[in-house]
């Protein structure tokens, strides 16, 4: 990912904001006792040759990389459908490559996003958009818009409208880029209540160069995290830790889910992260999270995780 991106991180600070208003306000609504966390955790991307050997054995076939992930982690940032969407054939195939509690959460199509929600001629392609991703069936823990830098809070009634036209059923988030969502208080508590009454949420991104994004709004029980390392510098380590921490605290207020996709510069080394962010919530919150395996460091036939 190189929104955010910085050369030298040296001089971050990265220490995790207060919640935001509206997350306290989720919390209020939250009677219930703390219930068990659900969690994904996963990467941007499966189609990695670097990891064969390491993640994927060594003889995997291009064609086999998926069914190869998903025996690693149980979900995946699906960026691919921002740029154009499968076929039918390629979901169907999707699905059968991965198993039952695997979780596919797909980007919404840049024309969309960043052309044709603007324009007033969303219909057509929003539901085109529907009818193929819902090929996934269970297999789609949900869907995420990411708006352009240039739609701020001038285009907020356009948004609403969009997002109120999607069916009730359709789980979708919500990722903000533009400053001026976070320089005052009406925009983000507005959306967020509006999203609240939909039961949808929003996305937070954690990277270094733009630490605004990270506004610690959740408008539901959920969070949607896109965590962005820079491996190998020593603050990803603290920066994991202290999510865990908050996570710990949040389940304690109502948290119930949690879609965690863990990005690296070159993402070469994204699983091993996504593996520390397992073991630490493991550690932690006394999960049972099953931690991927290293083909490099293991003897005999690895084990299926699901």
């Not at 740029?83 to 979780?103: A, C, D, I, K, S």
């Not at 999203?195 to 539901?220: E, F, I, K």
């Amino acid at each position: 990912m190189d929104f955010g991106k910085l050369t030298n991180v040296d001089n971050v600070d990265f220490t995790l904001p207060e919640d935001h208003s509206e997350t306290a306000h989720t919390w209020q609504l939250t009677t219930a006792q703390p219930k068990p966390l659900k969690i994904w955790i996963g990467c941007p991307i499966w189609a990695q040759p670097a990891w064969l050997g390491q993640w994927y054995p060594k003889t995997t076939p291009k064609t086999a990389f998926l069914q190869a992930y998903a025996q690693q982690f149980n979900t995946i940032e699906l960026n691919s459908t921002h740029y154009h969407l499968p076929t039918f054939g390629t979901l169907e195939r999707w699905v059968m490559q991965t198993p039952e509690n695997f979780r596919f959460y797909a980007k919404v199509p840049q024309e969309l996003s960043h052309r044709l929600i603007w324009q007033g001629q969303a219909q057509t392609m929003t539901e085109a958009f529907i009818i193929q991703i819902s090929t996934l069936g269970n297999r789609l823990g949900g869907v995420f818009i990411q708006l352009p830098p240039a739609v701020g809070p001038q285009e907020l009634p356009t948004l609403l409208a969009w997002l109120k036209s999607l069916p009730k059923s359709l789980p979708l988030s919500v990722e903000l880029r533009q400053q001026a969502w976070f320089t005052t208080t009406e925009p983000l508590c507005t959306l967020a209540q509006e999203l609240r009454a939909q039961g949808r949420d929003l996305v937070l991104t954690d990277v270094a160069g733009r630490r605004d994004v990270l506004h610690m709004c959740l408008p539901s029980p959920r969070l949607i995290l896109r965590w962005v390392g820079n491996a190998p510098h020593p603050s990803d380590a603290q920066r994991i830790d202290a999510w865990v921490n908050r996570i710990a605290q949040w389940q304690q207020l109502g948290l119930e889910e949690a879609y965690i996709f863990v990005h690296q510069p070159d993402n070469i080394e994204a699983p091993q992260w996504a593996d520390y962010w397992i073991e630490q919530l493991n550690q932690t919150i006394g999960l049972h999270l099953m931690r991927p395996k290293r083909y490099d460091k293991q003897k005999g036939q690895q084990t299926s995780l699901f």
